[in-house]
């Protein structure tokens, strides 16, 4: 893993950015958000039965994405570009989808929003989660697309980039 390299990818320190905020920053929010009529549906749903889900997110998002680390082995790098002379790993997880580490946090973090802050909290955090990693995702295929001449076929074998 080249962690110098790494602090150099914008892509890197995104990734850093949101997980502080996700750890550090939304916990402190507000357990809940008043919406209105919105909130009148959501008081029929039970909080803890939310928690739960949010729970089970978390640890399913982890296991993915631990899953996918790894299935990625030595070739494990935060940035976006491929490790000199890694091999291009499409067993494990990644015979199943392209970015299985992005999926288990984009997973985690909409768990983990849900089960110690709010679900409309997990909800944006999850898609601003999957938004940021389907970007980094799409930069990373840039490399890899560049680095690998049998990645286009996989692409067409494992058409889900994260979800």
Do not use: C
């Not at 939304?26 to 039970?46: F, Q, S």
């Not at 978390?58 to 000199?84: C, N």
Request: net charge positive; hydrophobic share 50%; aromatic share 10%.
């Amino acid at each position: 893993m080249d962690l110098a390299k790494a602090a150099r990818d914008p892509w890197v320190w995104g990734q850093i950015a949101l997980l502080i905020f996700v750890g550090g920053v939304a916990p402190l929010l507000p357990r809940h958000v008043n919406l209105g009529e919105v909130n009148a549906v959501l008081n029929r749903v039970d909080r803890d039965a939310i928690r739960w889900l949010g729970g089970v997110l978390l640890v399913a998002g982890l296991g993915v994405a631990v899953w996918g680390a790894r299935s990625l082995g030595p070739s494990l790098t935060p940035g976006t570009e491929p490790l000199p002379g890694a091999p291009l790993v499409v067993a494990g997880a990644y015979a199943r989808v392209r970015h299985p580490i992005y999926l288990g946090i984009v997973l985690a973090i909409a768990g983990y929003t849900l089960a110690w802050s709010n679900w409309t909290l997990g909800l944006v955090l999850g898609l601003v989660a999957l938004r940021f990693f389907d970007a980094k995702s799409r930069a990373e295929e840039r490399w890899l697309l560049a680095r690998y001449p049998h990645y286009e076929p996989y692409m067409r074998h494992v058409p889900r980039r994260i979800l």
